[in-house]
């Protein structure tokens, strides 16, 4: 059963930055394609970045050029690194692995 566990979110002014950390159990982390999503309040989840096995990403249109996936697969970790942060990216933040789903962190981008 793979676990992931969210970190990094919190309360970050219009045009800041923030880094989303999101470890996994599962021993097989690095042939796995990873993914970010988010769902704000009264939305639909939404998909946010990808990575895939050989390192390629892709991107939301709303987060392109400021939004950059990666993984550190001897950590087992994928990360977020969030700039340039607008209000309407205020949202909870998902990580996905094989199916699972993270507890998710809040994202509030407020001044």
């Known amino acids: 059963q793979v676990q992931l566990v969210e970190s990094g979110g919190g309360l970050v002014q219009p045009g800041g930055s923030l880094r989303l950390s999101c470890a996994a159990s599962?021993?097989?982390?690095?042939?796995?394609?990873k993914k970010w999503y988010r769902q704000a309040p009264g939305k639909q989840r939404e998909f946010v970045a990808g990575i895939t096995i050989g390192g390629g990403t892709d991107y939301a249109d709303s987060v392109k050029g400021r939004f950059t996936i990666s993984a550190d697969n001897a950590k087992k970790t994928v990360f977020l690194q969030m700039n340039s942060l607008k209000p309407e990216d205020t949202a909870v933040y998902y990580c996905?692995?094989?199916?699972?789903w993270g507890q998710g962190t809040q994202v509030t981008v407020s001044s």
């Open positions: 599962v021993s097989t982390f690095a042939i796995l394609h």
């Open positions: 996905t692995v094989l199916g699972a």
